[in-house]
């Protein structure tokens, strides 16, 4: 141990006199923290941030401290400006970091609210690398690839274990090994690993079998030339996880395992499964998280009583999973109808939901472009519900206000998610309030009757760029409301918020007058939050997005006041199930 401390100690030496620079935050101990990294190989999306957050969930029951991180490829600074068509969700996290939507997956499988400490891209390190050098931080040297940049990284990574006391950092490398733009991440996880010395770290390739219709049987070249390309860059994986449709045979396992020197034990098939929260099971009973436990030396932390609690827990919610007697069809009015990656949030906080009441949820997706007022009763003919997600600018706005005018009248449930809040409100005021050309300022700029507006003070800054509303913002609940029931009758819930435009606070009048309630507002301001008609059975906006905040054993009450409307309306005189009836008792 005496001999890992002096190296760290020497590579830490940032002066001219040394080729070493590997600053290392104040106050860091070697050996605390393990760190456990996962990288593809074959492809992208293989589900490497599914994977680490099954494993660190493991880990996690077992009373240990689990920090994630995603260390992402691209030089954006953060999500924020990706388009969800290509990239999937952009995923917001409480101090207002947008980010990658594996930074939900982490979220929701380890029930933990994580921060921009939890995510990098390529972008900040350069940033920050850059800065340093005009700061002069780097005292006259040539600043290099490796090891400035590579140092950059261990920082980021120490300074995680450090501030989160994590005994396990889970690493996650977007992207594939091979990319070039990843390739600095791999060295500074080999540098890592032989700074912290023996059982630090752990790695684990993801890697795909294909499995070609025309052959009927598994082929493992690929994954093998996957993993070599790993091992040319100087790591040995410790652990092979291989994706594939069906369970990987004896045969592919043995092929990797003697291409790899990774013993068959820890060849794991990790194959397509109908819920991504049974995939924890799938790894413990492989014994993976033992495995791992050894191989950082840390069977000495874990607390089996803790596990044993956390797990009758989790299967008490899995074992419902695939059981539901009942089901609805909820309808997604949605731009990026072909990707679901787009809605991962929404999917996953109507499947937290769907489980608890004991209810399948269908999703139906409707694209709105072509629908009118004439035409919207065919569209909604097979949906119990509707969602009107977020979104930004105007292609089929005036099919989703037909959409939210139809659920209104035939009181349909509704759930309007920022975008889909304000668009409630248009609706309401065009139809309700007689206010016709009502519309917001994102639509149409020069409108009349601008019930939604960017809020005067944020126009102010709006030339510093910085005029979005984004993180965690508490919201004050109107007593005796749909939504003050439904949040268990507390003054104050906490959501995510991610938009530009408001309901104007001149119209607030005339639409509470006519029976529109904003049942959510900001604590200290005129700023309306969450909406609610009293006389129809489900119908809310709010203009947050609680879909970032659903968990698994705690779904969010909004999504399960939509399914639970739902399933009233569809069977209706029916034996309701129990969490069905425990929901109507809340909200009666
Ligand atoms: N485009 C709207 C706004 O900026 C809604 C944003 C959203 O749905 N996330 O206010």
Known sequence: MAKEKDLLAS????????????????????????????????????????????????????DLNVAPIKLEGYLNIDSGTLNPFRHGEVFVLDDGMECDMDLGTYERMLDLNLSGANFTTSGQIFRSVLNKERHGDYLGRDVQMIPHVTGEVKLKLRQLAMDSKADIVFVEIGGTVGD?????????MRELAYEEGPKSCCFVALTYILEPKTLGEQKSKAAQLGIK???????????????????????????????????????????????????????????????VLRLLNI???????????????????????????????????????SVRDSYASIINALEHAGIALGCDVNIKWIETTDITDENVTAHLVDVDGIIVPGGFGTRGTEGKIACIKHVRENNMAYLGLCLGFQMAVIEFARNVCGIKQANSTEIEPECIEPVIDILPEQKKIEGLGGNMRLGGRDIKLKSKTLAWKLHGKTAKVRMRFRHRYEVDPRYIEILEEKGMVFSGKAPDQPIMQILELPEHPFFMGTQAHPCLTSRPLRPQPMFVGLVAAAMEKKYYNEKMPEPLKAVQKVCS
């Open 11 to 62: 590579v830490s030496d940032v002066s001219t006199e040394t080729e070493f620079f590997s600053p290392i935050p104040e106050g860091y101990k070697a050996g605390k923290t393990k760190y456990c990294f996962v990288v593809g190989t074959v492809m992208s999306g293989l589900g490497k941030g599914i994977f680490s957050s099954c494993l660190a969930k493991l880990m996690q029951d077992k």
């Open 180 to 188: 070039l733009e990843n390739a600095y991440y791999i060295e500074a």
């Open 229 to 291: 390309q790993l091992m040319q860059c100087g790591i040995q994986p410790d652990i092979i996880a291989c994706r594939a449709e069906n369970p990987v045979g004896e045969t592919a396992r043995q092929k990797i395992s003697i291409y790899s020197n990774v013993p068959l034990k820890r060849v794991f098939s990790m194959h397509d499964s109908a819920s991504i929260y049974t995939i924890p099971s799938m790894l413990r009973d492989c014994g993976l998280d033992f495995e």
């Open 299 to 337: 069977e000495d932390r874990i607390n089996l009583r803790n596990e044993r609690k956390a797990w009758s827990k989790w299967c008490d919610f899995t074992d419902k999973i695939g059981t539901a007697k009942y089901s609805v069809n909820i309808g997604i009015t949605g731009k990026y109808t």
